[in-house]
């Protein structure tokens, strides 16, 4: 839990990833466009950084702007120094049995701290806890409390908070700012959302921009009332 971990993404810009996608190239095929000329898209990468227990990288950006190419690379980087699965989680490969009520999915903690763990992630309704149908939102909170249950060293999310309304959105980001000190669990959070920079507070901010330039700056997070 208390390695920390420089990030340095300079070969980013080597992944030869295609400006256009499969689906992309066979519409240019068809109508006769010169794909020829069409030119790899090569994020700049970001400025390294470090990475130390209860930090938080956020990472914003419009969509095609390289946000998620960027986070895939800091994922790939993360699992040299974290090879173990159980110590980074990415909440996209976290999967939530069909038909499972989020208080099934806790059977490795006493029912109190299962509960617990839902309310931190937002899941706060006694009558949730029970559901098993759930919509986009709550199952991404249900992926959350599920990994912040388990105490890894670090917590990843693309599209984070990408379904959520802002009131939600913003108490969402300060609890685990909260968790995040409490645990020095770190999260690397991707998201084209901005609005939620100031209830999240990160350590590391990344901004990724459309002509594949990013602007990182790091910030003393402020103190909880």
């Known amino acids: 839990m208390g390695t920390q971990c420089t990030i340095n993404l300079a070969d980013l810009n080597n992944t030869n990833t295609p400006f256009l996608s499969a689906r ?16 790899a898209f090569q ?23 390289g946000k998620s190419l960027t986070f895939q690379a800091i994922l790939r980087h993360l699992h040299t120094a974290w090879p173990d699965p159980r110590q980074l989680v990415d909440l996209n ?17 006493p029912l109190d701290q299962a509960l617990q763990f839902l309310t931190l992630a ?11 149908n759930l919509s986009v939102g709550e199952l991404d909170r249900l992926r959350l409390a599920r990994a912040m249950s388990f105490k ?15 009131i939600t959105a ?10 995040s000190r409490r645990s020095h669990t770190r999260f690397i959070l991707a998201s084209h959302r901005d609005d939620l920079i ?13 002509n594949g330039q990013s602007q990182t700056s790091h910030h003393q997070p402020k103190n909880d009332p």
């Open 122 to 132: 937002g899941l706060s309704e006694p009558a949730v806890w029970l559901r098993p």
């Open 198 to 210: 100031d209830d999240l507070q990160p350590d590391t901010l990344i901004r990724r921009y459309p």
């Open 93 to 109: 490969a976290i999967s939530i049995p069909s038909g499972a009520a989020p208080a099934d999915c806790f059977n490795h903690l």
């Open 43 to 65: 994020p700049a990468p970001p400025r390294p950084f470090s990475l130390s227990p209860g930090q938080i990288v956020y990472l914003t950006g419009p969509s095609g702007s």
């Open 24 to 39: 992309g190239l066979e519409l240019a095929r068809h109508f006769g466009l010169p794909i020829e000329r069409q030119p």
């Open 170 to 179: 913003a108490g969402l980001c300060h609890r685990i700012r909260q968790w």
């Open 152 to 166: 890894p060293a670090v917590i990843c999310a693309d599209e984070f908070a990408a379904s959520l309304d802002l």
